[in-house]
């Protein structure tokens, strides 16, 4: 009965099984890791969060580049503050404002960005207080380069002049007489009476949309994997029921018997018989009469004899 597993079609289904299940697994565990190292990506900078409160601030040049375990750590940097720009269409405690940001220009000419603070409306630099004159010395939370589209950060081009939308070296380089560093910091308390910025948890450390994502994923590859097992079981009984039946010969007639005029049953071409068998009566009928008349013409002829 399962001699049709050796046909060539199920040996395609068979090793098309045995292929897409271990697949389908591989992936949805490769899902389910990338979930699970969000997840520890989360916990790790909750808790360099949480350090970078009472942990002592380091010089800069020791704090770079920023990765997940300085990001959000305090740094300290001295020098000058130089050109200063505003950040537009930034949100602080639910209300829409910008920020002020200022490019401290440290040892080595290379400039360190600086948000000094948050104002609530519209970017007017009317509105932003100068930078202090002189030497000083900041004390910030660093925070690595953004990009746009992530940790609302605006993707819009063509702002005014004074104006950028992300706090990256790329955008900035563009914008300012010196090189800027791949990193920027948000003071810790704000100047001039501005609202200090918070520091922003690393990218993709957090239990965000993706990481929801690839949790769903995993769901999806392992449904994939039933899915490919019912569909095997559902053909084999088919199959199976398919073979049963022809043993049985419980397969329907070539075609379906038709009733005669009188109502009864005859199996095809029989009537076609019953109809010439008929004809042919009714024809000898009609010969017979004929003879009879014939017979009959001849006996009432009178005799010419005398």
């Given at each position: ?11 395609g289904?068979?090793?098309?099984v ?6 389908c ?5 490769w899902?389910?890791?990338r ?31 920023v990765?997940t375990q300085?990001s959000?750590k ?6 000058r ?5 505003l ?6 405690d639910?209300?829409?404002g910008?920020?002020v940001l200022t ?28 930078a ?7 004390t ?5 380069s953004e ?13 005014p ?20 560093y ?17 520091p922003?948890?690393p990218?993709?450390t957090?239990l ?8 769903g ?5 392992f449904?994939f994997?039933g ?7 559902r ?7 398919f073979?049963?039946?022809a ?6 007639d070539?075609?379906?018997?038709e ?6 049953v005859?199996?095809?071409g029989t ?11 009714k ?14 013409g001849?006996?009432?002829t009178?005799?010419?004899?005398a």
């Open positions: 009965m399962y001699r049709f597993l050796l046909t060539p079609r199920w040996w289904i068979n090793v098309f045995l292929l897409a299940i271990p697949f697994i591989f992936m949805g565990s899902q389910l890791g979930f699970e190292d969000r997840v520890q990506d989360h916990r790790t900078a909750d808790e360099a969060a949480s350090a970078a409160k009472t942990d002592p601030a380091r010089p800069l040049a020791g704090m770079l580049p990765t300085t959000g305090q740094t300290i940097a001295t020098g503050y130089g050109k200063q720009l950040v537009p269409d930034r949100e602080l639910g209300r829409q910008f920020y490019l401290l220009r440290v040892d080595g000419g290379r400039a360190l960005p600086v948000v000094r603070g948050w104002l609530p409306g519209d970017a007017d630099p009317a509105k932003a207080p100068a202090p004159g002189g030497e000083v010395t900041v910030g939370a660093l925070q690595a990009s746009p589209g992530s940790n609302g950060v605006s993707t819009a081009g063509g702002l002049a004074g104006q950028t939308a992300a706090i990256s070296a790329a955008s900035l380089v563009n914008l300012v007489p010196y090189t800027p791949d990193a920027w910091i948000t003071l810790e308390k704000a100047d001039a009476g501005m609202k200090a910025v918070p922003a948890a990218q993709n957090g965000d949309l993706k990481a929801f994502q690839n949790l994923y995993t769901g999806e590859w449904v994997a899915f490919v097992v019912f569909m095997w079981f053909l084999l009984r088919r199959e199976v029921e073979a049963r039946d043993e049985l010969g419980l397969f329907p070539a075609g379906p018997e009733p005669s005029a009188s109502g009864s005859s199996a095809p009537g076609d018989r019953g109809t010439k068998d008929d004809r042919g009566t024809d000898d009928r009609d010969s017979d009469s004929d003879s009879d008349e014939v017979n009959a001849a006996d009432a009178p005799s010419t004899t």
